[in-house]
């Protein structure tokens, strides 16, 4: 695992941290059935997966990470197989790290 802050403009110049792991959860889309996916970069306000065939940017996603409950994102890019996603509301900062903590 690999800690990293990323400047990011805004009012108020705050540094979000980002964490580059691999880390196994469930997506899904709308009714589709969940599918299994490599979570590798997570920031509290969104994270990167390495594949999810299918991905449609118009509907939104669900993920469930273990030990979390289930939570609502959007995907905001796609490069190939790798998707971007925001969540819908930040992740709180003890939920970020518990995160961390527990891919590491």
Request: net charge neutral; hydrophobic share 40%; with cysteine.
């Given at each position: ?43 509290p306000g969104g994270f990167r997966i390495a594949w999810l065939p299918d ?16 939570l609502n994102a959007r995907i905001c890019w796609t490069s190939g197989n ?23």
């Amino acid at each position: 695992m690999h800690i990293v802050s990323d400047p990011q403009p805004t009012d108020q110049l705050e540094r979000i941290d980002r964490v580059d792991l691999s880390l196994l959860c469930e997506v899904r889309q709308g009714t589709r059935p969940w599918k299994v996916a490599r979570l590798e970069d997570l920031s509290p306000g969104g994270f990167r997966i390495a594949w999810l065939p299918d991905a449609r940017e118009d509907l939104p996603l669900r993920i469930r990470i273990p030990g979390l409950q289930m939570l609502n994102a959007r995907i905001c890019w796609t490069s190939g197989n790798t998707i971007g996603c925001a969540f819908a509301e930040p992740l709180h900062p003890a939920v970020f790290e518990h995160i961390a903590r527990a891919a590491a």
